[in-house]
Antibody, heavy 120, light 106 residues
């Protein structure tokens, strides 16, 4: 069974940092693109970042470029999102997601979500 | 690429046919997915590449379209189908979502 188990959310002050983790099981993690998608309270969905199966290609949406960094450790079957210089508008539920083999931007399986609240 | 979904809300009864629309600001070459989201849950992939049903998705969900115009049809609504539906394109970076269509019980 494919599982994505997230950890690392919480309350952080503006300008602070947080790292989200996503532990994968039930599939060959190193075969798949992985993504982060977020959803602000009461709002729609926004793509945040993609990372290729081997980490050789990484993409971040403009609104987080230079502040957030997606990474992965295939040996640990884990995906990460390092978030720095956090702003109030980054408050959202963050989801990790797995795509299809060789397809970057489809979310077939989703983590349970991690709430990140940026507030003083 | 901007995706515009219509209508914003669809009020229907169980057993009704639901037709949801997603229009892209430019051609997305059928690189369109549909997701269902219920309150407090992660989205669930229904359809990818315009018409391919994801694993385990019932046959009552059908995707169609090309170019800039796409449709998700639910042939006969079941009680568990009342939810918010999002379309998403992967033709250009960054992938973008529509604003959602809420299918509510009439």
């Amino acid at each position: 069974e494919v599982q994505l188990v997230q950890s690392g959310g919480g309350l952080v002050r503006p300008g602070g940092s947080l790292r989200l983790s996503c532990a994968a099981s039930g599939f060959t993690f190193s075969d798949y693109w992985m993504s982060w998608v977020r959803q602000a309270p009461g709002a729609g969905l926004e793509w945040v970042a993609n990372i290729k199966h081997d980490g050789s290609e990484i993409y971040h949406v403009d609104s987080v470029e230079g502040r957030f960094t997606v990474s992965r450790d295939n040996a640990k079957k884990s995906l990460y999102l390092q978030m720095n210089s956090l702003r109030a508008e980054d408050t959202a539920v963050y989801y990790c997601a797995r795509g299809l083999v060789a397809v970057a931007a489809i979310c077939v399986y989703w983590g349970q979500g991690s709430l990140v609240t940026v507030s003083s | 690429i901007l995706l515009t979904q219509s209508p914003a809300t669809l009020s229907l009864s169980p057993g009704d046919r639901a037709t949801l629309s997603c229009r892209a600001s430019q051609s997305i070459s059928r690189y369109l997915a549909w997701y269902q989201q219920k309150p407090g849950q992660a989205p669930r992939l229904l359809i990818y590449d315009a018409s391919n049903r994801a694993t385990g998705i019932p046959a009552r969900f059908t995707g169609s379209g090309s170019g800039t115009d796409y449709t998700l049809t639910i042939s006969s609504l079941e009680p568990e189908d009342f939810a918010v539906y999002y379309c998403q394109q992967r033709s250009n970076w960054p992938p973008t979502f529509g604003q959602g269509t809420k299918v509510e019980i009439k």
